[in-house]
């Protein structure tokens, strides 16, 4: 069974910097995108950061400029880079895993895979 785990969230203050990292553990074959999405207390999940395969980026708004999303194919790992983090990006961090090729044979077969969360905490 594949999963995905997170790893680095934590308590920071305004302005400093988090690195979180999300590996698919099992048999995988290949990922079509991976994301970071957040949920605030209170509010919807939202997309954070998106990457496909081939390395092409997409961000929310806020986070331009201070967010960088990376993977490494070879580990199955996405990365989210947070630096000049706000109290506002408080929340609930989720990495996704979009089309996750799971068996090759007889048949193709894909699931959409989420993280468990990990929560991120900026103080002012």
């Known amino acids: 069974q594949v999963q995905l785990v997170e790893s680095g969230g934590g308590l920071v203050q305004a302005g400093g910097s988090l690195r979180l990292s999300c590996a698919a553990s099992?048999?995988?074959?290949?990922?079509?995108?991976m994301g970071w999405y957040r949920q605030a207390p209170g509010k919807q999940r939202e997309l954070v950061a998106v990457?496909?395969?081939?390395?092409?980026?997409n961000y929310k708004g806020s986070v331009k400029g201070r967010f960088t999303i990376s993977r490494d194919n070879a580990k199955n790992t996405v990365y989210l880079q947070m630096n000049s983090l706000k109290p506002e990006d408080t929340a609930v961090y989720y990495c996704?895993?979009?089309?996750?090729?799971?068996?090759?044979?007889?048949?193709?077969?894909?699931?959409?895979?989420w993280g468990q969360g990990t929560l991120v905490t900026v103080s002012s």
């Open positions: 996704k895993a979009d089309k996750v090729v799971i068996t090759i044979t007889p048949v193709r077969s894909y699931v959409d895979i």
């Open positions: 099992g048999t995988v074959f290949s990922i079509d995108n």
């Open positions: 990457i496909s395969g081939s390395g092409n980026t």
